[in-house]
């Protein structure tokens, strides 16, 4: 252990889950999707994935209109 760090930090980099189904990295979306009439799941799938390709943990409104709007919505 590094001595800059607290006794009680567990550094979990490069670590293994326990489990093998266990996902790798949360979306914000994940667990309610199966609840989502199919046009707000498109827009979570949408958010998630540019969230990934462009290796954002949180997207500003703007992004989001973004997302929206690549989606073909338009005022």
């Not at 490069?14 to 199966?34: I, K, M, N, T, W």
């Not at 409104?61 to 989606?71: C, G, R, S, T, Y």
């Amino acid at each position: 252990m590094n001595a800059t760090q607290p006794a009680n930090f567990i550094d979990r980099r490069g670590q293994q889950p326990d489990r093998q189904d266990q996902v790798l990295e949360r979306r914000q979306f994940a667990e309610s999707r199966d609840s989502l009439n199919p046009e707000v799941r498109e827009l979570a799938e949408a958010i998630d994935a540019y969230k990934l390709a462009q290796h954002r943990r949180y997207v500003t409104l703007a992004e989001v209109l973004e997302v929206i709007k690549d989606l073909g919505y338009k005022k």
